[in-house]
Every structure is written in C-alpha cells, then in structure tokens.
C-alpha cells in the first residue's frame, strides 16, 4: 500500500490549494481516506475524511465551510479542496487510509484508526 499525498505550497492567506492523495495497492471502494495535519510544536490532528462508499464526508470544526474532501474513483485519489486559507491552516498534511467493508458509510477521524500513511506535504499559508 502507497500512499502519495501532493499539492502542497506556499499561499497567501484567503487562497486556495488542492492537495491530491493517490493511492496504490489498495482499492477506495475497501478504504475510507482520511486528511490530517501537524504543525510545529503541535499534535496531529483530523482534518477531513471520506467514506469507502464516497458518500459520507466528515470535517472538523475549524475548516468546515472552507475545505472540500472528494474523490476519483477512476484516478484512485482523494482530493482536499482548501479554500479561504488561514495562516493558522499551515501544517504538513498527511493522507491515511483505513481498511473497511466494501462500501461503507462510516466516518472516523481517529488517526489510530488508520495503519496505512504517506508521505507529509507541506502547506505554509502566509498573513
């Protein structure tokens, strides 16, 4: 299992970027894809995920209305739309992926939940 997070960058505070999260060796119709982040000095924590079955999404509080989660299928990638970018969204974010039934609906955003990691990508939003 690979996972390939991308799209990172510098952008000025209310920008926008897309990370990418494309995964190999595992199928998003078995694997619920979660987005975190950590900044300097600070603990992970959850940003986004998505369901195996792509049709339950989950944010949490401080990005909602802003950040967008979705998915290709076909690409077998994630995406993180982030719109309206705070500097306090700077961080390195990562994609994880966790094993679930074919399909399912469920959202968790616990990163012990996910065994499967890529690499970080650095996003540094400037005020």
């Known amino acids: 299992v690979q996972l390939q997070a991308s799209g990172g960058g510098l952008v000025q505070a209310g920008g926008s970027l897309r990370l990418s999260c494309e995964a190999s060796g595992l199928s998003l119709d078995y694997h619920a894809i979660g987005w975190f982040r950590q900044a300097p000095g600070k603990e992970r924590e959850g940003v986004s995920c998505i369901s195996s079955s792509g049709v339950r999404t989950y944010y949490t509080d401080s990005v909602k209305g802003r950040f967008t989660i979705s998915r290709d299928r076909a690409k077998n990638t994630v995406y993180l739309q982030m719109n309206s970018l705070k500097p306090e969204d700077t961080a390195v974010y990562y994609c994880?992926?966790?094993?679930?039934?074919?399909?399912?609906?469920?959202?968790?955003?616990?990163?012990?939940?996910?065994?499967?990691w890529g690499q970080g990508t650095q996003v540094t939003v400037s005020s």
């Open positions: 994880a992926a966790r094993t679930t039934g074919h399909r399912t609906s469920t959202v968790i955003l616990t990163s012990e939940r996910y065994p499967y």
